[in-house]
């Protein structure tokens, strides 16, 4: 598994900075067993070390802190362009309108499936850093020039959305 994590090394960049998120080597073993991604990334921050936050706390705060233009928009991409069938916003069993597949007080696993592909966000937490990784797999050859236009909007935003989750000082927006 370390060559498929190092293939996924190429283009990450180190911050030395401890408030910005940067993008690291994909560390977290791909969420379909048996099959790699179409597309893999992840990114870091460092969080407060007595931030005693689950990682599914730490999803819901980023989004729900992201400025009220930036979620719509980012809710019309997933929904009218990646075509994803959310789930609602207040739902216990979703995140962002994705399906929480599994959540632990480290390890939040979240799923959006489509017929252009099948998404999936990992969050983890450990003791110094907060980790965001995404998985797509593409259902469809189209699916890879949508994401070749789309990957830059998300490569822009996620170090943004893990910014807004670890700022444990912050309240969430309101909805």
Avoid: C
């Avoid at 020039?145 to 000082?169: K, Q, S, T």
Wanted: hydrophobic share 40%; net charge positive; proline share 6%.
């Amino acid at each position: 598994m370390s060559t498929w994590r190092n293939a996924w090394m190429v283009g990450s960049k180190q911050s030395s900075t401890s408030n910005r998120a940067h993008r690291v080597a994909v560390a977290e073993n791909p969420p379909s067993p048996g099959a790699l991604p179409d597309y893999a990334d992840s990114f870091a921050i460092e969080k407060n070390k007595s931030d005693a936050r689950s990682a599914e706390r730490y999803a819901r705060d980023g989004f729900e802190r992201l400025p009220l233009a930036a979620r719509r928009s980012v809710l019309l991409l997933h929904r009218w362009v990646l075509g994803f069938p959310l789930g609602p916003w207040s739902s216990p069993e979703h995140v962002f309108g994705w399906r929480i597949v599994s959540s632990h007080r480290e390890l939040l696993h979240l799923e959006a499936r489509s017929t252009l592909l099948t998404g999936h966000m990992v969050w983890r937490t450990a003791q110094e850093q907060l980790v965001m990784s995404t998985f797509l797999y593409y259902q469809r050859r189209s699916a890879s020039v949508v994401w070749a236009v789309l990957g830059n909007i998300h490569r822009g935003g996620a170090p943004y959305l893990l910014r807004l989750a670890a700022d444990h000082r912050s309240q969430p927006a309101s909805r």
